[in-house]
């Protein structure tokens, strides 16, 4: 009897070994699986990020340009996704950002603060304010962002103040923490490409 129980607890184990619930399993209880995984990612993304460099490099050397159906098909494969354009992650290596990917996310992110132009072969980034006024209306956004974190926390002491309104009050205030998020995070970007910007 104490065999069969045996037998059945193995054959238990070897079928959730072969399942999702058995990954899952491993996921959670095994960090070694975990870095596991971790690695095997970081390996093919920086193989990814190896080849899309010696796209970049060939283009710029060879005097046979490929054809951007081409360049866009291997950057595509470089990376994993047809989001991006190879005309703006060729600008964004030239530009040396360190992460190319999540660069090129934040500024498709960034429109209407962040304007893309495609020329033919050539790309033109633009936006429409001047520098120093987004470095002033970010450092504003950050106050209002502040305060308004600040006001978050004291409605917890004070809520009996607001009676019944309180719930719209919290819902209001994370909306505008939220906006504030947002609009920020792309006047950063802004700010992060302006070596871009500005390029002669």
């Given at each position: 009897?104490?065999?069969m129980q045996s037998a059945i607890v193995q054959i238990l184990i070897a079928l959730f070994g072969f399942s999702l619930f058995g990954t899952g399993?491993?996921?959670?209880?095994?960090p070694h699986y975990r870095f596991q995984l971790n690695k095997?990612?970081?390996e093919e993304k920086q193989t990814g990020i190896e080849n899309l460099y010696e796209i970049y490099?060939?283009?710029i050397d060879s005097e046979k340009k490929?054809?951007?159906?081409?360049?866009d098909a291997q950057v595509n494969a470089c990376l994993g996704t047809d989001k991006y354009d190879h005309r703006l992650i060729f600008l964004l290596i030239k530009g040396n950002f360190a992460d190319i990917e999540q660069a090129a996310k934040s500024i498709l992110d960034a429109w209407p603060?962040?304007?893309?132009t495609y020329q033919e072969n050539n790309i033109k980034i633009t936006q429409p304010f001047e520098l120093k006024n987004i470095k002033k209306t970010r450092n504003n956004i950050l106050y209002v962002y502040l305060i308004?974190?600040?006001?978050l926390i004291s409605l917890i002491w004070t809520y009996k103040w607001y009676g019944s309104y309180i719930i719209a009050i919290f819902i209001f205030t994370i909306l505008l923490m939220t906006a504030c998020i947002r609009i920020g995070s792309r006047l950063t970007t802004i700010l992060s490409v302006d070596r871009i910007l500005h390029k002669e």
């Open positions: 009897m104490i065999e399993l491993k996921y959670i209880f095994s095997k990612k970081f490099q060939s283009q490929l054809p951007p159906f081409v360049l603060l962040l304007d893309i308004l974190s600040i006001f």
